[in-house]
């Protein structure tokens, strides 16, 4: 049997970054508040535990970030990424995000200073100090001082729309709350194996999920089936390239596979399947992810020789080494003779401008011969960052129906509404940005529609 | 004592970590380690003797730390680090015929602490107690020359400065064969402002400071209390070196002899140094008790409260001795603190006290590192600059 628990003004489903965000601002705003986070206490904040900095508008240097980067720019850069996004919606994103450096200090967040020497230089973005993680602690210490409460191992397992009521169930034995309004900051749905394996087929369990385990994408489905329109794609993913090796969820940063330009990239079969130098900016890592995935089980492997393995960071996940490249591809388990093929190829087709000359899949920039022993290997996977589903929100936060009317009392904030923004593209460091502006906007409203 | 697997077990973990940290970077604001690690492509032996001494142990990056425990990388820098640290401090210790005999940490090293203080103290008592009459010992001694009416001064010169010379130049070696195992130094680094940026950042604790907000000191919080007490005792320990060198000063050049008058310097010296470290060793071993068990490593913790405590004792016997040296009990808490001074003196080499100028030693090279590579900042590392975005 099911029980009925206390009401609530605003109930926050979710517990990270746009989360915490609409929590804070929605108690701000008068409201009592409830927030329920899938996790536990010590692995709470979903995927923002894992991110480093947010990419804000500014027209003048402030006490974070160096330069400037205007409005303009910064619609220029989503476009390229998002042709599809909702131009108003861009809009607004783009000047709230101008506030968020100083909302969040205020919340208890601490930034980098922005001539701080220890980052790379940065006019787009400001970085946590201590990283994703920090600032969750942060959040939620500034939570509780509010008196927003918070309730961790507590998953959604089914939300309650129909005919305006707004509940949701959780935890064994199931509990339903009932709440004035409602927000839904639960992220994506890429560590739901069998949603993945309907979108990208069976090479989906080949995936790694950089990020939390729980974001199974419930609440996100429960919206979808209650009649919100969909943006974005079910199909797209954001994804890089990790170590094979790296475990399957909350890899984090740390995963990505760092140089794996410099050498030659094969697949499961000792083939080529792509130029290695067509992307060797930040970039990188995002153009492997999606080409591994395309590759036959969804893995690769970076190829390199005791020259080239010193021109980068190695992994954190020792190397794969040999003598010989025949050695090589069996312990990978590939055919020998396919790789010694493949290598010799590529070796004689390298002119001296470190470009290919008659090779297919040619390699543009940093060809060097792959020649001197030992020779080592890294095994490349797919590491899922977020999916690219969402549904539909207004100016407001509000969830709309396909036929434009709100679900009312129900406002979406972060991933789950960040297509409206970002289409099915990504720009590094807007994810973070897109929860704290729609999640102080969806909190601030769900405060005001609860109290109405 | 730790056998060679357990010594390797703990470079091991360390060194994972330190690449974990490396490949992330996202606590590069909290203090030098990670800047110096930056700098690293991979961490060899040598770098973990100088990380592990650069580490104050703010804990700040284990609670920062996405990949710290239930995690599946069971990420513990602050403990990785301080366990590492603990074992350059035996590593180092001179005669070396004592390198790999000494315990590192838990009970045996406390047991190796308190047995050199004990020593100390009987090396002191004992004589007095034979050699001093029992009326002199327990009678009430007033004005200029008291204290040496009851310990000769030479016995206390010659003791004293015999066990202080031993030691100093005990923890002298140490020091310098520490500073060879962090490698050669980076060539043509300025030693001068490098040693100026070193003595700011010992003097001021840069790195205890969390990059602004405080340490964890306790848990997820931010406090200062660490820092404070630090200095507190830091700074109450300079405090009575000074009062002794006046005193010394006094007694030689000028012919004043101790006990001092209350308004004296050597007297305001050594009550405000006093009670610098009583409220430091108070504090830092209540920080250290309750603070969150998470990044600690408690085999270390013993032998840390034990060096607090030997001070905390020698602090005590002091202020008490300015407080009752006109009473009776002079006589008997002179000896009790002048034992005590003189044991703690002794454990210099062997006790936890190493860090202070290990961890200075750490400090000056990491600032000739930055100083060496100063010219090249801001030319960009390139573009495939290891964490140097998000997503
Ligand atoms: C390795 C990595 C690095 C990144 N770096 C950056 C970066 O530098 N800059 C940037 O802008 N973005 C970055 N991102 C992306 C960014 O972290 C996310 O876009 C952002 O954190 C999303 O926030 P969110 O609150 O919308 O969702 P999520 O962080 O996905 O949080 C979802 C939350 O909802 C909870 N939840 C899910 N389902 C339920 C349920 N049924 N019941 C209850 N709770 C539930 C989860 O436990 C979690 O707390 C990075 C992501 C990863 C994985
Ligand atoms: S977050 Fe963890 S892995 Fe990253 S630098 Fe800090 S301690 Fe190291
Ligand atoms: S514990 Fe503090 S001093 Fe030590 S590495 Fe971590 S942040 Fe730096």
Redesign the pocket.
């Known amino acids: 049997m099911t029980r009925v628990s206390c009401d609530c003004d605003v109930l926050v ?7 915490l965000c609409a929590a804070i601002a929605a108690r701000r705003a008068g409201a009592s508040v409830l927030l ?4 536990p206490k010590a692995l ?5 535990r ?6 804000i508008m500014h027209d003048a240097p402030t006490a974070w970030v160096r330069g400037c980067y205007p409005a303009e720019d910064y619609h220029a850069d989503l476009r390229r990424v998002a042709e599809a996004a909702d131009e108003g919606l861009t809009g607004l994103f783009v000047d709230a995000s101008a506030g968020v450096v100083d909302w969040l200090s205020g919340n208890g967040v601490r930034f980098h200073g922005g001539t701080d020497e220890v980052l790379p230089y940065s006019r787009k973005t400001a970085f946590f100090l201590g990283g ?1 993680k920090a600032l969750v602690n942060a959040l939620y210490a500034t939570a509780e001082r509010l008196g927003v409460a918070i309730r961790y191992d ?4 089914a939300m309650h729309l129909r005919d305006g009521s707004r509940a949701v169930t959780v935890g064994t034995p199931p509990v339903t709350i009932r709440a004035r309004a409602l927000v839904v ?4 749905f890429q560590a739901d194996r069998d949603w993945m394996r309907r979108q990208w087929g069976g090479v989906a369990d080949c995936f790694t999920i ?3 385990p ?6 996100l489905k429960a919206l979808l089936e209650e009649g919100a329109e969909p943006v974005g794609a079910a199909d797209r993913c954001h994804m890089v390239a990790v170590d094979g090796r790296s475990p399957p969820f909350d890899g ?2 740390v995963t990505r596979l760092d140089g794996i330009v410099h050498g030659i990239v094969v697949d499961r079969d000792g083939w080529r399947f792509a130029d290695e130098g067509a992307v060797v900016g930040s970039r990188r890592y995002t153009a492997w992810g999606e080409l591994v995935a395309g590759c036959p089980g969804a893995v690769a492997f970076s190829i390199f020789d005791g020259v080239i393995g010193e021109r980068f960071r190695p992994s954190i996940f020792p190397v794969v080494r040999a003598d010989s490249i025949g050695a090589l591809a069996s312990t990978l388990g590939i055919a020998p003779p396919a790789l010694e093929a493949t290598v010799a190829a590529f070796n004689a087709a390298i002119t001296d401008g470190g470009a290919t000359v008659g090779l297919h899949p040619p390699k543009t920039q940093l060809a060097v011969p792959i020649a001197l022993p030992p020779f080592g290997a890294y095994p490349v996977r797919v590491g899922v ?2 999916t690219c589903l969402g549904v539909r929100v207004d100016g407001r936060a509000r969830v709309l129906r396909k036929d434009g009317m709100e679900v009312e009392g129900v406002y979406a ?4 509404m ?1 297509p409206n923004i970002l289409g099915s593209g990504y720009l ?8 704290a502006v729609f999640g102080r906007i969806a909190g601030r409203e769900a405060a005001v529609h609860a109290r109405r | 004592m730790p056998g060679a697997d357990e010594t390797q077990r703990i470079a091991a973990d360390a060194r994972r970590a330190l690449d974990i940290c490396n490949a992330c970077q996202f606590c590069g604001g909290y203090c030098a380690v990670f800047r110096a690690l930056k700098a690293r492509r991979q961490v060899s032996a040598a770098d973990l003797a100088f990380l592990s001494n650069l580490c104050h142990n703010c804990r700040s990056c284990y609670h920062a730390c996405q990949y710290a425990p239930p995690h599946a990388f069971d990420l513990n820098l602050p403990k990785s680090l301080s366990l590492v640290r603990q074992q350059t401090y035996r590593d180092h210790v001179w005669p070396p015929w004592f390198r790999g005999r000494l315990p590192c940490a838990g009970w045996p090293a406390v047991a190796v602490m308190v047995a050199i203080a004990l020593s100390a103290l009987m090396l002191v008592g004992l004589p007095a107690l034979i050699l001093i009459p029992p009326d002199l010992l327990f009678g009430r001694h007033l004005g200029p020359g008291a204290f040496y009416r009851l310990v000769p001064w030479e016995a206390i010169a010659g003791g004293a400065g015999a066990l202080t010379l031993w030691s100093l130049l005990a923890v002298g070696f140490s020091v310098a064969s520490f500073w060879h195992s962090m490698g050669p130094m980076p060539a043509g680094a300025a030693l001068l402002p490098a040693l100026r940026d070193a003595l700011y950042d010992a003097a001021s604790l840069r790195n205890l400071g969390g990059g602004g907000a405080g340490c964890n000191d306790r848990d997820e919080r931010f406090s200062r209390s660490r820092r404070r007490f630090h200095h507190a005792l830091f700074y109450g320990v300079v405090l009575c070196f000074a009062a002794t060198a006046v005193a010394t000063v006094y007694d030689h050049a000028l012919a004043w002899q101790a006990p001092y008058p209350v308004l004296s310097l050597p007297v305001l010296l050594g009550g405000l140094g006093g009670t610098g470290i009583l409220v430091g060793t108070m504090g830092l071993a209540r920080l250290k008790l309750r603070a969150d068990p998470g990044p600690l490593a408690p085999s270390l913790t013993a032998s840390d409260c034990a060096l607090l405590a030997l001070l905390f004792l020698v602090a005590v016997s002091g202020l008490g001795l300015l407080a009752l040296r006109e009473t009776a009990a002079m006589g008997p808490l002179l000896l009790v603190h002048l034992g005590l001074v003189l044991g703690w003196f002794a454990t210099l080499p062997y006790s936890k006290f190493l860090h202070a100028p290990f961890r200075f030693a750490a400090l000056l090279r990491a600032a000739m590192e930055r100083r060496h590579r100063a010219p090249q900042v801001g030319r960009g590392q390139g573009k495939s600059g290891r964490g140097s ?3």
């Open positions: 489903v979710g517990g990270g970054n746009a989360a329920l986070e899938a996790a709470r904040g979903g995927n923002a894992h991110s480093r900095n947010m990419r994703g507590s998953t959604v397992h900051a639960s992220g994506g950089r990020g939390t729980h974001a199974t994408g419930i609440p984090g940063i960052t977020s904030a972060g991933v789950v960040a590094a460091g807007s994810a973070m940005t897109v929860g | 975005s998000g997503a």
